[in-house]
């Protein structure tokens, strides 16, 4: 399945973070959600093939790369208190009529104190 | 960020009795997946739905993908304890640009022993 790291993290405000995220065998999409508490998850954006494929309503300081083991990482640079949150990576097939159904791992907490 | 209306935002129910839950849309999809989430956890699939009209069936779950794809419901029969979790229904737009999910607030399940 997916699987993420670190499972828990502490940053300062202006910190920051480098988040990771192992793709399901097979799968060449990547995508990163971010879930704060009591709401569902937000896309963040998606890579494929090691390129951006479409970004959310998130700032620059969210960035991320795809490697060529399908493997991915986020980061976020000068961490705000609101970034608190829980940090979802999904893996996708991708199929003709693009990516396909997602698969989640188990997420990253984040806390910005 | 874009959210998709799930209702009921909570459920308390007795053990045995049947559940549903909808989602709407302002927006067309062309597939919309149910997902459910343990605290700490990140979401697992449960159904996915790739047709207007569809009805899909997992175990106790049936979903429904609305004709005017705009809407969703998901009905869980004979619920039992390990049902407890918050369930979220999302669109998705495949075929075009990145794919992403867009996600209901969620439906927070519990069931009265």
């Known amino acids: 399945g997916v699987t993420q790291s670190p499972t828990h993290l502490i940053k300062t405000r202006g910190q920051q973070v480098t988040l990771r995220c192992s793709s399901q065998s097979g799968h060449n999409t990547v995508s990163w959600y971010q879930q704060a508490l009591g709401q569902g998850p937000q896309f963040i954006f998606q890579?494929?093939?090691?390129?951006?494929?479409g970004r959310g309503n998130f700032p620059p300081r969210f960035s991320g790369l795809q490697f060529p083991n399908d493997s991915s990482e986020l980061n976020v640079n000068a961490l705000e208190l609101d970034d608190s949150a829980l940090y979802l990576c999904?893996?996708?097939?991708?199929?003709?009529?693009?990516?396909?159904?997602?698969?989640f791992g188990p997420g990253t907490r984040l806390t910005v104190l | 960020g874009q959210q998709l209306n799930q209702s009921p935002q909570s459920m308390f129910i007795q053990e045995g009795e049947d559940v549903s839950m909808n989602c709407t849309s302002s927006?067309?999809?062309?597939?919309w997946l149910w997902y459910k989430q343990d605290p700490g956890e990140g979401p697992v699939l449960l159904i996915a739905l790739y047709k207007a009209g569809e009805l899909t069936s997992n175990g106790r779950l049936t979903a429904q993908f609305g004709i005017t794809r705009k809407d969703s419901f998901l009905n869980i029969s004979a619920s039992i304890p390990s049902d407890v979790g918050i369930y979220f229904c999302?669109?998705?737009?495949?075929?075009?640009?990145?794919?992403?999910?867009?996600f209901g607030q969620g439906t927070r399940l519990t069931i009265n022993p």
């Open positions: 890579y494929y093939r090691e390129e951006e494929n």
């Open positions: 999904a893996s996708s097939p991708r199929t003709s009529g693009g990516a396909g159904t997602q698969y």
């Open positions: 999302a669109g998705q737009l495949r075929g075009q640009g990145a794919q992403k999910l867009v």
């Open positions: 927006s067309i999809f062309n597939t």
